[in-house]
């Protein structure tokens, strides 16, 4: 069975410019979650899906973020602009169910670079 | 007091070594916790849950000290495998975040 699919894998673009990032979840898992990760920090929530409802973007910087996963599936995860300080990994997971027995699944990431 | 704090590592053994980390957590209403293992840039994937009364799957054993608010994973007999950073992970089971991932704490075995 395939797993969470993310990309892409390495970005790499200048400040101010828009970057979007896509996620796959594991097939019949109802719950979607971005995480951003930087380096040696722990992941850290930017939005949880339970089917095509956000129902936890507290943590997302809605000024600038932006996400959406339209038919409860797919989902994607936008940046514009871009700030430096946006350098980090997007991580996308998926569970079963919320709550859940706390096993998320993830993606690689999609490793982002602003210049 | 952040809600899940971890050792700060980095913790550097030898092989064969028995290493130890330990996770505090905030919120004592949290009902359960896990251990997760990451690679070298790569994502995190579930190591082990804790239960109550403790647990052990192999060289490692995870205990839950609930009056404490802290939560432990032993790692016997180490292998330059075990190299990876370790994140605690605790299920508030409320709120809005209800999992809540440590920094992490580093490990590497040395041949």
């Known amino acids: 069975e395939a797993g969470v699919v993310q990309s892409p894998r390495y970005k790499i673009i200048e400040k101010k410019q828009p970057v979007a990032f896509w996620c796959n979840p594991i097939?019949?898992?109802?719950?979607l979650y971005w995480y951003l990760q930087n380096l040696g920090q722990g992941p850290e929530l930017l939005i949880r899906?339970?089917?095509?409802?956000?129902?936890?973007d507290s943590q997302l910087p809605k000024d600038r973020f932006s996400a959406e996963r339209l038919k409860g599936v797919d989902s994607t995860l936008k940046i514009q602009p871009a700030e430096l300080g946006d350098s980090a990994v997007y991580l996308c997971?998926?569970?079963?169910?919320?709550?859940?027995?706390?096993?998320?699944?993830f993606g690689e990431g999609s490793r982002l670079t602003v210049l | 007091r952040k809600e899940v704090e971890q050792d700060p590592g980095p913790f550097n053994v030898p092989e064969g070594a028995t290493v130890a980390f330990n996770c505090t957590y905030s919120n004592s209403a949290s009902q359960s916790f896990f251990w997760y293992r990451q690679d070298c840039r790569k994502e995190p994937k579930l190591l082990m849950s804790v239960y109550s009364s403790g647990n052990e799957d192999g060289r490692f054993t995870a205990q839950l000290n609930r009056a404490s608010q802290y939560i432990s994973l032993l790692i016997r007999d180490s292998k330059l495998s075990d190299s990876a950073t370790y994140l605690c992970?605790?299920?508030?089971?409320?709120?809005?975040?209800?999992?809540?991932f440590g920094k992490g704490t580093r490990l590497s075995v040395i041949a």
């Open positions: 899906y339970e089917n095509e409802e956000a129902v936890d």
């Open positions: 992970v605790v299920n508030q089971h409320s709120g809005n975040t209800p999992l809540v």
């Open positions: 097939s019949g898992h109802n719950t």
């Open positions: 997971a998926s569970s079963l169910r919320y709550p859940n027995t706390g096993e998320l699944f």
